[in-house]
């Protein structure tokens, strides 16, 4: 047990770690566009997620929406350009926002859907 606690604070250590070096490399050096920085911490997110997960350890699945969330926002954030042509006149902030409300609603809804599913297999 007190081994499987030390995998996860090195797990933790390494994650954040890798999390504040993005971030300051994003705010830092300024050639570095904000979607990757974004997208980095998604991906962060969910290899930390999926390392717990080969390791058998507790993963929490808020971690896994969020880099999820995370990841899309930094494709949103690098096709801008893609997306000013698609939609000219809106405000690209609400635009972006509004696709990530629909990202997050979508993986709940998956999510939810997936666990029902499993609950059903335990029961019967």
Do not use: C, H
């Not at 930390?48 to 350890?57: D, E, G, Q, Y």
């Not at 999820?68 to 096709?79: D, K, N, Q, T, Y």
């Amino acid at each position: 047990m007190e081994q499987r606690k030390s995998i996860d604070r090195t797990y933790d250590s390494l994650g954040w770690g890798a999390l504040l070096i993005l971030w300051g490399a994003t705010i830092l050096f300024d050639f570095i566009p904000f979607g990757i920085g974004v997208a980095g911490t998604g991906l962060i997110m969910l290899g930390a997620t999926v390392l717990r997960s080969i390791k058998r350890l507790p993963a929490k699945d808020d971690n896994a929406v969020l880099g999820i969330l995370m990841l899309a926002w930094g494709g949103l954030e690098l096709g801008r350009p893609l997306l000013r042509l698609l939609f000219e006149a809106a405000d690209l902030d609400w635009v972006i926002f509004a696709i990530l409300l629909i990202v997050l609603g979508l993986t709940l809804l998956l999510r939810g859907l997936l666990w029902s599913g499993k609950v059903n297999i335990q029961k019967e």
